[in-house]
């Protein structure tokens, strides 16, 4: 087993203490529990957006706090929660994270492959301020698989969908991890994806201990 | 041209009559502004009296230390009025950028502007030295109170923007590029606006006061119109520095927003 993550006695302020945690590499990790057990502050640690009050957390073996946090994070993504819109249009939404890492931006046609992917039936064109919650969260997913980092931490990445679309979202994510052996962490509410998708399933319970189950 | 007419205790004394109406309307209507008023103007009077001897002394024993350290309380007194108003808002981290912002840009121009501009001689000259850096820090100090209004205001209620940015990879300095930007652009639009009126709407008041102690327009005119771009200069290369220092204290090591 390859840990991409390992967890040695970590604790963020009163938040989370998991004294052991390993992450699999090219495997797709499901992180469960109740409303405030800690998922996100697991997620924002894990992309350096939070450092650990104590403990350490290795990256591919090395301490993630000696690795830059600005080349961990093009590493490492997160799709957050509800995740900020910026002025402007789709196009601008989708190329977003290319222009702030200075990678090149595809053309149209990569781009609208990739609202056909996120099932998001608008134009590039069209402003942000005019899409639902949904559509929102869609939008974000595909500015994270443009990037296309070695770790996808995506935190409730169907919160804002009706079941049948949240059904394909996952399904897809999910393709296209596996396809390009990539890595995926989830945060989680719904038991059924958990089970459905994943490789593993971690459940954290009042931010205190991790239970690990093999799927 | 005309010498200017001096003007007696009693003359002063007669211009009080405006407070008087002042404090007239706002007693009528009931403001109750009365004692702010008063002590506002009573302030300014006792002021500008000490200031008036201070300079007289000065002028007449001119001396580069002495020059240097009326410069030093100014910045020191402008430092203070912009710490002043943002009190428990502002890192230590950046009360020093804000002092040090201040301090370059606006020693920076005046040395450019009254050595190689205007070329006065001896280079501590208080006449000159004086009254053009009040002109310079007190319009910088506007800028940079502006400056960091803007940019403590841009980095809380953009908060979600900026820690999106992160997320998606960006360096701090990109993830508070249209931050910096926006700010540095209201910061600046002040003194952009005073030129812009300037000679039209309004004469400024260094112009009037040269023309009204007998120099001929033309000639305050050029002074006016130097010393404006002096100030752009003076405002713009404090509050680029600022913002350009300022944003980093928002950050920490590990490029995470910490927001004081």
């Not at chain 1, 996120?118 to 969260?137: A, C, H, M, R």
């Not at chain 2, 002394?57 to 430092?79: D, G, H, K, Q």
């Not at chain 2, 000679?199 to 119109?225: D, E, K, N, R, W």
Request: charged letters at 15%; proline letters at 4%.
């Amino acid at each position: 087993m390859q840990a991409v993550f390992e967890f040695i006695d970590v604790k963020f302020k009163n938040i989370l203490d998991l004294p052991e945690m390993l992450i699999e590499r090219n495997k797709i990790t499901t992180l469960l529990g109740p409303s405030g057990s800690g998922k996100t502050t697991t997620l924002r640690l894990l992309n350096k957006m939070l450092s650990p009050t104590s403990g350490r957390i290795l990256f591919n073996n090395i301490d993630l706090s000696t690795i830059n946090s600005i080349s961990h994070r093009r590493q490492v993504t997160m799709l957050s929660q509800n995740p900020a819109m910026f002025a402007g249009t789709i196009r601008d939404n989708l190329i977003i994270g290319l222009k702030l890492q200075s990678k090149p931006i595809p053309d149209d046609h990569v781009l609208n492959t990739v609202l056909e992917h996120i099932k998001l039936e608008k134009t590039l064109d069209n402003p942000v301020q005019n899409l639902s919650g949904g559509e929102k969260q869609r939008l974000a997913l595909g500015r994270v698989l443009l990037l296309d980092p070695e770790v996808y931490l995506l935190d409730e990445p169907s919160s804002a969908l009706d079941d049948a679309t949240e059904e394909i979202i996952i399904a897809m994510v999910t393709n296209h991890v596996r396809e390009k052996e990539k890595t995926l962490v989830m945060v989680t509410h719904s038991h059924v994806i958990a089970e459905k998708y994943s490789d593993a399933i971690i459940t954290i319970a009042n931010g205190r201990c991790s239970i690990r189950r093999d799927n | 041209m005309k010498e200017i007419i001096d003007l007696t205790a009693f003359q002063v004394v007669l211009a009080y009559i405006f407070v008087l109406i002042v404090l007239a309307i706002v007693r009528i209507r009931g403001i109750g502004r009365e004692k702010e008023i008063f002590i506002s103007s009573v302030r300014m009077t006792l002021q500008l009296i000490l200031a008036g001897y201070i300079l007289v002394y000065i002028f007449n024993n001119p001396s580069p230390w002495l020059t240097l350290l009326v410069i030093l309380l100014m910045e020191s007194f402008a430092v203070y009025t912009v710490l002043k108003r943002f009190i428990n808002q502002l890192n230590r981290c950046f009360k020093i950028v804000i002092a040090i912002s201040m301090g370059i840009g606006t020693l920076t121009c005046l040395i450019y502007f009254l050595l190689i501009v205007i070329r006065i001689s001896p280079w501590y000259d208080p006449q000159y030295f004086i009254p053009i850096a009040g002109m310079f820090i007190g319009n910088t100090m506007t800028g940079i109170s502006l400056g960091v209004k803007f940019l403590l205001e841009g980095m809380t209620n953009q908060r979600a923007l900026v820690e999106e940015a992160l997320i998606l990879g960006a360096t701090p300095q990109s993830a508070s590029k249209s931050i910096i930007n926006s700010t540095f652009e209201a910061a600046i639009m002040p003194t952009i606006n005073s030129m812009v009126g300037m000679g039209i709407v309004f004469l400024p008041g260094m112009m009037t006061g040269q023309i009204l102690s007998g120099t001929l327009p033309t000639t305050a005119i050029a002074y006016q119109i130097a010393i404006m771009f002096g100030i752009l200069g003076a405002v713009a290369l404090s509050v680029i520095l600022m913002l350009q220092l300022g944003y980093r204290t928002f950050f920490n090591q590990e490029s995470q927003l910490i927001l004081p």
